[in-house]
């Protein structure tokens, strides 16, 4: 094992909380080798690159602190949106895992609001169905983000009908849009179709598998990129994929991950 990987080592041994930022993806360069075929795979790769990175440029200084909190990110990789090119940008938030995340984003890409933020399901049990005592929680701390002026708009993903209804009649915050995954079903169900149309609610598609980041790829990512790490005592706590597209001519300007995860018992 390098001397990098004794250092990223020795730190990950001691700290409780991960920050993993890859940077616009777009700006990677030299880092990316080949196109992934999936998301997953992408997210694989770039959690693995992005550690690689990082563990090569430690500073010294940071291995005699000791820090509870490490941030690992590809530094040339980070872009924030020019305030001049504000006006012309749209920045879009997935929010994959966990909710709590959201102010994290908006200093990452350098702005005061968000333009569009898209909450997965939240984690349950296998065999239980997901209810709105589930989304609940999230979607209050989103609505008080939209309220605050750090969030325009918030949408769902993978709701059936009966799902969004409850949450819309519930919500104060009424959902803006609903991620339906084409892969599970090939045409837009009709009962869901006709209730989203009746209340100006947008139906976007997506083809991401139904767990992007599990805890065992996580930590498969952990162990390749720094050998002989208790890769098991870490776990991922939420992970955003993030969007900035120029406004009305559908460029991506920008994109990226942001994740964070903790050392269990700590």
Not at 52 to 59: A, F, G, K, R
Not at 177 to 185: I, K
Not at 214 to 224: G, V, W
Request: some cysteine; hydrophobic content about 40%; aromatic content about 6%.
């Amino acid at each position: 094992m390098g001397t990098d990987s004794r250092a990223a080592k020795a730190l990950l041994a001691r700290a409780r909380t991960l920050h993993l930022q890859t940077g616009n993806l777009l700006n990677w360069g030299r880092l990316r080798k080949k196109c992934p075929s999936t998301h997953s795979e992408e997210l694989h790769d770039c959690i693995q690159k992005t550690l690689n990175e990082w563990s090569s440029q430690i500073n010294p200084d940071l291995v005699r602190e000791f820090p509870d909190v490490l941030e690992c990110t590809v530094s040339h990789a980070v872009e924030k949106i020019n305030p001049d090119e504000r006006e012309e940008m749209k920045s879009f938030l997935f929010i994959l895992l966990h909710s709590g995340s959201d102010r994290f984003s908006c200093s990452v890409l350098g702005v005061a609001q968000l333009d569009s933020v898209i909450i997965a399901s939240p984690p349950i049990e296998d065999g239980v169905n997901l209810s709105l005592e589930h989304l609940q929680p999230y979607w209050e701390e989103l609505e008080n983000l939209v309220q605050s002026k750090k969030i325009v708009a918030i949408g769902t993903s993978d709701l059936d009908k009966t799902q969004l209804e409850q949450l819309y009649q519930w919500a104060q915050v009424k959902p803006n849009s609903n991620q339906v995954n084409l892969a599970s079903c090939c045409v837009m169900p009709p009962d869901l179709t006709a209730f989203a149309k009746q209340f100006d609610i947008q139906l976007l598609t997506h083809n991401d598998p139904k767990e992007l980041l599990s805890e065992a790829s996580f930590q498969e990512a952990l162990q390749e990129s720094i050998p002989d790490i208790q890769a098991h005592e870490w776990v991922p706590l939420w992970l955003l994929r993030y969007s900035v597209i120029v406004k009305s001519r559908g460029i991506i300007k920008s994109k990226g991950y942001i994740l964070q995860a903790k050392r269990r018992g700590s």
